[in-house]
């Protein structure tokens, strides 16, 4: 089976290598297809060097190309891949997320062959299937994460359609059903504030004034779900950095980390 991940980003100078080496260990390294929008981070621009000369796939766009045109560089590069006929899935992602799985006893897991074997079940199906669950990182705490309802999509093989921004939906128009997996989502959405803070500005200035606290509150475009926390303090944001009841771990993802040299806090550093 091959599954082809389409992922497109801007100098994410610590998830990136984590994020290649977690998807090569699941799908290959020839089969992560990045878009990188006009990264000129020294270290982004290296890392995507060294691992394009050992079989990543790298579509460079320039700088000033439109961020809020996301979705359909990103439908166009899934729709190409779906042309090829080679491929069973297609997972458009973004850098900060991880696949992998509720189990049967509903403890999450990272472990290859489970995962293997839940993709293995929609290969074929003419439908759209659905991530449904965000595990979201706590700063300070590796290996654990808070559970949070999500939606994203991925696409089978010979029924590609189109996502919007954020891949939450196919925006295609097929008439397919919408398939809920057991699928989910490691989300390294945390880092330590200034730099998410800065992280999340950047991602928001083509749709809104950052500077103009008035229309941020108003604001409900893209990305709009970052608008509450850089609108709280920096004591506030991290208050919520707490291991608790509720709180989960990922069976496997410590040894998987570990032996593909990812330092769990890879988003702290």
């Known amino acids: 089976m091959r599954v082809a991940c389409v992922m497109m980003q801007r100098n994410e100078v610590n998830a990136l290598e984590p994020w290649i ?68 899935l297609l997972l458009p992602l973004d850098c900060d997320e991880f696949l992998v799985l509720r189990g049967p006893d509903d403890r999450f897991t990272a472990e290859k062959p489970a995962l293997e074997a839940c993709l293995a079940l929609l290969r074929g199906q003419a439908v759209v299937p659905e991530v449904k669950e965000n595990l979201i990182n706590i700063l300070g705490v590796p290996g654990r994460f808070w559970v949070l309802p999500y939606q994203k999509v991925l696409f089978t093989g010979g029924h590609v359609g189109a996502v919007d921004h954020g891949s939450h939906q196919d925006v295609s128009g097929q008439a397919l059903v919408r398939l809920p997996t057991r699928l989910a989502y490691l989300h390294f959405h945390h880092k330590p504030y200034a730099a998410w803070a800065e992280a999340a500005r950047e991602k928001l200035r083509p749709y809104v004034d950052v500077n103009d606290q008035a229309a941020l509150t108003a604001f409900r475009g893209p990305g709009w779900h970052l608008v509450t926390n850089l609108q709280r303090s920096e004591s506030a944001y991290t208050a919520m950095m707490k291991d608790g009841p509720g709180a989960v771990s ?20």
């Open 21 to 88: 080496r977690y998807h090569a260990h699941l799908f290959g390294l020839g089969n992560l297809f990045i878009i990188d929008h006009g990264s000129d981070h020294p270290a982004v621009v290296a890392t995507l060097a060294r691992f394009e000369g050992e079989g990543a796939r790298v579509m460079r766009l320039p700088a000033g190309s439109d961020y809020r045109t996301k979705g359909e560089l990103v439908s166009q590069v899934l729709r190409t891949l779906g042309g090829w006929g080679v491929y069973d």
């Open 250 to 269: 990922v069976r496997g993802l410590a040894e998987i980390f570990s032996a593909l040299g990812i330092d769990p806090l890879f988003c702290e550093r």
